[in-house]
């Protein structure tokens, strides 16, 4: 398997952390979403790529029919690992897989689903090809990714924040890479790359994000994502500082009570 770029590196304490933090403040409601779309395809035969710590994985085992198949990849085996501590419903195959290079043979699935996980392909035409190839002819390719960072508060603020504890070199993870991908004629241009010959419907769809309190994002983008990999380059002993600096911005931005703050993410499904 290739060597995992540092913007797709879910390693060390991440995974955990970002199970319990970031999947129900961002990623639970797009992946309801997602699980739904699938399940109104009838497919047989589901593959998951860039499946993560599972969480559109278990909604997928929970609303499929028990008879469908589902294979759930990931390039990092430490979130496929955490995937598995977690569980599902129903018994999947978890198998580490890089998406750009799928060990399946064509023709193998009726759905491919991607939730949030297009960005951090290093070549998207390529992936989107493997996807192509291993789709049924009529299967579906279905994957959201998040619009652009003005559009996704909490993220836009943390960004802010970091700025300030390194203004010399900024962390530019979030802007760069979960919220690089959001121009829908360039996603429309890699399908057609990756070979899909039908044009995608791209929705937008917007949603809350929701915290008890500003350090649980804090400490989620800052300690449970890619960030924190900036951070630890450019000084290993900020880290706390810095989750400390971003707590206090979202208190500036939301008071230091709950946290509701509005996240946009555009979903794409096309035709093989």
Same mark, same amino acid.
Not at 20 to 46: E, G, I, K
Not at 169 to 194: K, Q, S, W
Not at 222 to 250: G, K, M, S
């Given at each position: 398997?290739?060597?995992?770029?540092?913007?797709?590196?879910?390693?060390?304490?991440?995974?955990?952390?970002?199970?319990?933090? %970031?999947?129900?403040?961002?990623?639970?409601?797009? +992946?309801?979403?997602?699980?739904?779309?699938?399940?109104?395809?009838?497919?047989?035969?589901?593959?998951?790529? +860039?499946?993560?710590?599972?969480?559109?994985?278990?909604?997928?085992?929970?609303?499929? $029919?028990?008879?469908?198949?589902?294979?759930?990849?990931?390039?990092?085996?430490?979130?496929?690992?955490?995937?598995?501590?977690?569980?599902?419903?129903?018994?999947?195959?978890?198998?580490?897989?890089?998406?750009?290079?799928?060990?399946? !043979?064509?023709?193998?699935?009726?759905?491919?689903?991607?939730?949030?996980?297009?960005?951090?392909?290093?070549?998207?035409?390529?992936?989107?090809?493997?996807?192509? *190839?291993?789709?049924? $002819?009529?299967?579906?390719? %279905?994957?959201?990714?998040?619009?652009?960072?003005?559009?996704?508060?909490?993220?836009?603020?943390?960004?802010?924040?970091?700025?300030?504890?390194?203004?010399?070199?900024?962390?530019?993870?979030?802007?760069?890479? $979960?919220?690089?991908?959001?121009? *829908?004629?360039?996603?429309?241009?890699?399908?057609? !790359?990756?070979?899909?010959?039908?044009?995608?419907?791209?929705?937008?769809?917007?949603?809350?994000?929701?915290?008890?309190?500003?350090?649980?994002?804090?400490?989620?983008?800052?300690?449970?994502? $890619?960030?924190?990999?900036?951070?630890?380059? *450019?000084?290993?002993?900020?880290?706390?500082? +810095?989750?400390?600096?971003?707590?206090?911005?979202?208190?500036?931005?939301?008071?230091?009570?709950?946290?509701?703050? *509005?996240?946009?993410?555009?979903?794409?499904?096309?035709?093989?």
């Amino acid at each position: 398997m290739e060597h995992i770029p540092s913007d797709a590196q879910f390693s060390g304490s991440i995974p955990a952390l970002y199970e319990r933090y %970031l999947v129900p403040m961002l990623f639970q409601p797009y +992946a309801d979403d997602l699980a739904a779309r699938v399940a109104r395809l009838s497919a047989h035969a589901v593959l998951e790529v +860039a499946a993560g710590t599972g969480v559109v994985t278990r909604q997928l085992a929970m609303r499929l $029919p028990g008879d469908t198949s589902i294979v759930a990849t990931d390039l990092n085996a430490a979130m496929l690992e955490q995937a598995e501590r977690t569980g599902t419903s129903r018994p999947v195959e978890w198998r580490p897989a890089d998406a750009q290079q799928l060990p399946f !043979a064509d023709a193998s699935f009726d759905a491919v689903v991607c939730q949030f996980g297009v960005m951090f392909f290093p070549d998207k035409p390529k992936a989107f090809a493997e996807a192509r *190839r291993v789709l049924r $002819p009529g299967g579906t390719f %279905l994957f959201n990714t998040w619009d652009r960072i003005e559009e996704n508060v909490l993220a836009q603020t943390v960004t802010d924040a970091l700025a300030e504890v390194f203004p010399d070199n900024p962390p530019g993870f979030l802007a760069r890479t $979960p919220h690089g991908y959001f121009d *829908r004629e360039a996603i429309a241009r890699d399908l057609v !790359a990756g070979g899909f010959t039908h044009p995608p419907h791209i929705d937008t769809l917007s949603n809350t994000s929701h915290a008890d309190v500003p350090s649980i994002p804090a400490i989620a983008y800052c300690q449970a994502t $890619p960030v924190r990999n900036e951070i630890e380059a *450019r000084d290993p002993a900020r880290l706390e500082h +810095a989750t400390q600096v971003v707590e206090q911005a979202l208190s500036r931005r939301f008071g230091d009570g709950p946290i509701a703050g *509005r996240m946009q993410a555009l979903v794409v499904q096309v035709s093989a």
